[in-house]
């Protein structure tokens, strides 16, 4: 990694911190190349279940670093992940947000991109991109209609106007708000609640829960029949089985 993103590993859980609290966390090229980087590498480590994604200081994440697209012309793309290293593909494992302070226009596009979202209590959310002439295209447009009421996101696009994390939470768009400063460890606590469970079923859950917004209904289940299949027949099937019926926890082997 670089030093604009760091990675810690501990007890199945990767926290990945955007660390340039002096411009609040905005992404340039190199950091998006880093961010990419981060959970490429935490999607094949073994020892990795679940991932928490974080800004340092008091502010999560401001998006593009406009200085520095201003002086180099670079765009925060990467050819993997797409915009800021995330957004197009975001980690095959479970990647909650942990968000303190601020997460507008491509912060909170990242923040949109993370299953599970924890926030602290002076968190923000929205996307000011049209009072600046643009469109929230690395996925703001895209996904906020779909994962709060439609009108509710269109009030939000429209008029560049932020929500409180109490209004994130009560529209579901925020999972849990937290004391301020507490987001992050928050966060690891219910990511090491999912790191619990059997890591083949749980990536496979995440990406048929994704995929099938995409599904019509009289398909789903013909879709879906494929990667459940695999999951039945794993080993950690069997011994979920076995752990429940010995009274014992569940020794993963995500295989």
């Known amino acids: ?5 760091c990675v810690e590993v501990d007890d199945f859980v990767a926290v990945i911190t955007i660390d340039r609290p002096a411009v609040r966390n905005a992404i340039d090229l190199e950091t998006a190349c880093s961010i990419a980087a981060a959970l490429d ?6 020892d990795v279940r679940s991932i928490v994604l974080t800004g340092s200081g008091e502010t999560f994440c401001a998006g593009m ?5 201003a002086a180099s012309g670079q765009r925060p793309i990467t050819e993997s992940r797409g915009a800021f290293g995330i957004v197009e593909r975001p980690p095959d494992k479970p990647l ?4 303190e302070g601020k997460a507008l226009g491509g912060g909170f596009e990242i923040a ?5 979202i924890v926030a602290a209590r002076t968190a923000a959310f929205g996307l000011p991109e049209v009072k ?5 295209a690395a996925g703001g447009v895209l996904f906020l209609p779909q994962r709060i009421p439609f009108n509710i996101g269109m009030e939000m696009i429209l008029t560049g106007e932020p929500i409180t994390a109490a209004r994130a939470a009560d529209l579901g768009l925020v999972n849990k708000v937290v004391d301020t400063g507490e987001a992050t460890t928050a966060a690891i606590t219910l990511a090491r609640s999912i790191g619990r469970n059997a890591p083949l079923a749980v990536q496979t859950a995440k990406r048929l829960a994704r995929a099938a917004r995409d599904w019509r209904d009289v398909e789903a289940f013909d879709l879906q029949r494929p990667h459940t299949a695999v999951i039945r027949e794993s080993r950690d099937a069997m011994e979920g089985a076995r752990a429940f019926v010995e009274k014992r926890p569940p020794q993963w082997v995500g295989a």
Do not use: N, P, Y
Request: overall charge negative; hydrophobic content about 50%; some cysteine.
């Open 1 to 5: 990694m670089s030093g604009t993103v």
């Open 41 to 46: 590498e935490a999607d094949e480590r073994s």
């Open 65 to 69: 670093d406009l200085k520095a697209f």
């Open 112 to 116: 949109l991109a993370c299953d599970v």
């Open 132 to 136: 600046r002439g643009l469109v929230a």
């Open 96 to 99: 909650i947000g942990a968000v």
